[in-house]
């Protein structure tokens, strides 16, 4: 597996496969074609079905400005290509070609560039599934975040501290922020609004929720507007862990090196995903995204509270398991409507999901690796209606 690094990317929403991979895409290409003087981009599947509401011709204009860009979006099938989220980029000197390559962005900001495996991430971790990774932890008496620590560089905490920075700050200016989101669903900002309805006077569990979903809704917003936010493990899926963090930090005291290794052991569940399934929308629906996004919070509050790795697998494993078939129907393909409640409800789930680990563990029946394994095969039976193409579900019905 590789670095969790690579699974939290600091970047600009909406879209990690639609606007950070295309983007990261063009600004190679541009790279390796510098002489050019124009350039054309054919996005194909999802990229072309979704990429203007997620506003990916922007992002590959602006990585190969100042050179004028053709942008076609293929609206052909998937069949034959490579991914769901594939591009080719051609290179010009006048009107002679000089250069050409096929791109995928498959989830979370990463790209492929077919017939060129140096672009590959490195593998460093040598367990590939929790099944591993907990008996390679049992037989040292660690804990999954010590594992991390093991594998990674020496600047993990470094980077781990900069994501949570970033985190917080998405947050922050969330909460501040107000009025309607681009893109002319007409979505209004409301994060601040449930911020400040915290202290209305109602049961503890009623302000828990809407303070986790005055969070959930401020970085998620921020996403939908186009700012600064860390996939986790994509834009869309941004807010669930770092609402249901910042909510914990705040009402139990938990330090940020305590936060940090909730952000490993929340690394490591998304990065088995990312290995082992997907954590594309357009590879495997929403399931994909806020699942993962889901799974990962339960396991990074189960870290936070120091449970074992018995409870941490189940935390995560049930908060998947209940989002299986989750599809990925964004109206006018814009990040906003399901995706900005979606997240609110998801981290709320994932407290759930954490409070059953806690004592329900030990008679679970089903393991994190297999519901990974389910979640892949379940998004690979899905019409492609309901994986990011914007024509089935709300995008279809909704007027
Ligand atoms: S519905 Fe889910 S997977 Fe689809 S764009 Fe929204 S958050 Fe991403």
Known sequence: MESIKRLYKIGRG????????????????????????GYRVVLYGSLSQTGKGHKTDEAVIRALAPAPVEVVFDKGGTEGLPHENTMDFFAFQGSREIGRSRIMSVGGGEIVVEGKPQYAPEHIYREKS????????????????????????????DYLMEVWVTMKSCIGEGLTAAGILDGGLNVERKARVLFNQR????????????????????????????????????????????SVLKYMQEKKGFSDRQILRALATAGIIGTLVKTNASI??????????????????????????????????????????????????????????????????????????FSLANFLSNTRKISFDTVVETMYRTGKDMSDRYRETSRGGLAEIYR
């Open 130 to 157: 929790f099944a591993e990774i907990a008996e390679y932890c049992y037989a040292k008496g660690i804990r999954i975040s010590d594992y991390v620590e093991e594998n990674e560089d020496e600047d993990l905490w």
């Open 199 to 242: 202290h209305i006077d109602e049961s503890d569990t009623t302000r828990e929720n809407r303070l986790i979903c005055a969070y959930a809704f401020a970085a998620s917003e921020q996403n939908a507007g186009g700012g600064i936010v860390v996939t986790a493990p994509t834009c869309g899926a941004c807010a669930v862990v770092p």
């Open 280 to 353: 594309s929308g357009a590879e495997c629906g929403c399931q994909a995204e806020i699942g993962t996004a889901c799974s990962m919070a339960a396991a990074a509050l189960a870290e936070l509270f120091e449970m074992g790795i018995d409870q941490i697998e189940y935390a995560a494993e049930v908060s998947m398991e209940h989002m299986l078939g989750l599809t990925c129907d964004p109206i006018c393909g814009l990040v906003q409507i399901p995706c900005i409640e979606r997240n609110s409800v998801a981290a709320m789930r994932a407290i759930n999901a």
């Open 14 to 37: 909406p879209s990690s496969s639609h606007t950070m991979g295309p983007d990261r895409a063009a600004s190679l290409f541009r790279a390796e074609y510098p002489q050019a003087d």
